[in-house]
């Protein structure tokens, strides 16, 4: 009996053994289906880091007002900066002179030839509508610079407020011809949309503030202002036309750069150095000896370097699909941000088009010009 008892715990021994691995076994296997997903399901990998956008495909042309003038190199300089620093291609083309229908045709040539942008600092804004709406209809991106009252295009680009331009020259001719006198202000073109707005702001600062500085030409609409085409020699004429005319002519103003150089040289061959004076958009390459002779006070202008770097980083972010918005700002491949436009601004016009500003207002004047000299050698000139 004692045996067969012994034989007895070893079987419930042994069925307890195999009973406790059969259970553990059962809670290691996975069921067939759940190991077949557990093999199709592998372990989360991280993804890939982006690639940079390919940008060797975007192809940018822009069309200054007038091919050859040391402004609008400047702005190519810029321009073509932005295409070498982020891989894109840039072309600055302009008409030999201030032509609306020349700008108009060069924007047929370039939908013809296929590129993907097309920029356009306009003579006259109307001219160009109608062929940037053909752009547009075909996907083209369309930009502009100093045509802040555009419809078709996806961005016009300006360093900084119009009617902030136009004051702070008012301001800086009063405080050297005085409060009164008379006064002359030039556009390149009647259609010129920047130069006006700053016409149009001077003038209504003048009427609010110092009624007793008067315009010499009138408060007509549109002859109230002097068109000079652009063009040093035109703007030379008429200045010295207007000092025969207007002995109480004691100010001038210009909007284009080229009445400033003009200005200087009809002050020094008329000996009216100290009793007329000149200020207006001006670079220090443009301006320089005229600053130094003192024929002309000051001269205002916003970076145009900057202003085409600029403008080539916002049409890139355009053909990327993140166009800018308010606050982003403009930036150097590092990250750094590009000077005055650290945080842009973006609004929508009266004609629906969309307007970037920066914080570009530039002087430059006795005090300063060296150092103005020396950044624009690092420019190339």
Known sequence: MKKVGLWLALIVVIVAVTAVFSLSGCKTEAAPAEKAATEEAPAEEEAPAEEAADLSELDIVFIVKVDGIAWFD????????????????????????????????????????????????????????????????????????????????????????????????????????????????????????????????????????????????????????????????????????????????????????????????????KGLKDKVFACGTGLPITIGDHLRNGVVQEGFFWDPWGVGYALGYAVMMEYLGTPMEPGDPVLKPDGTPLKRYEGIDRIVNAAGGDVIFGTGLERVNLDNLDEWDEIFKGYGF
């Open 74 to 269: 400047t702005e190519r300089a810029g321009l073509d900066a932005a295409a070498a620093d982020y891989g894109f291609n840039a072309t600055t083309i302009g008409p030999p002179t201030a032509d609306p229908a020349l700008q108009a045709q060069m924007i047929e040539d370039q939908i013809a030839a296929g590129v993907e942008a097309i920029g356009i600092v306009p003579n006259d804004p109307a001219a160009v509508e109608a062929v940037f709406k053909k752009a547009m209809d075909l996907g083209i991106i369309t930009f502009a610079h100093e045509g802040s009252a555009m419809e078709n295009i996806n961005f016009d680009i300006e360093a900084m407020s119009n009617q902030v331009f136009g004051e702070t020259i008012f301001e800086r001719g009063v405080s050297d011809s005085g409060e009164t006198g008379e006064y002359v202000w030039s556009v390149g073109l009647l259609t010129s949309t920047s130069h006006n707005e700053w016409v149009d702001a001077g003038i209504a600062l003048q009427q609010s503030k110092y009624p007793d500085k008067v315009n010499a030409l009138g408060y007509g609409a549109g002859s109230d202002r002097f068109e000079e085409q652009e063009d040093t020699t035109i703007a030379h004429d008429k200045i010295l036309e207007f000092l025969n005319t207007y002995p109480e002519l004691n100010q001038i103003f210009g909007s284009p750069m080229t009445t400033m150089v003009a200005a200087g040289l009809a002050i020094e061959e």
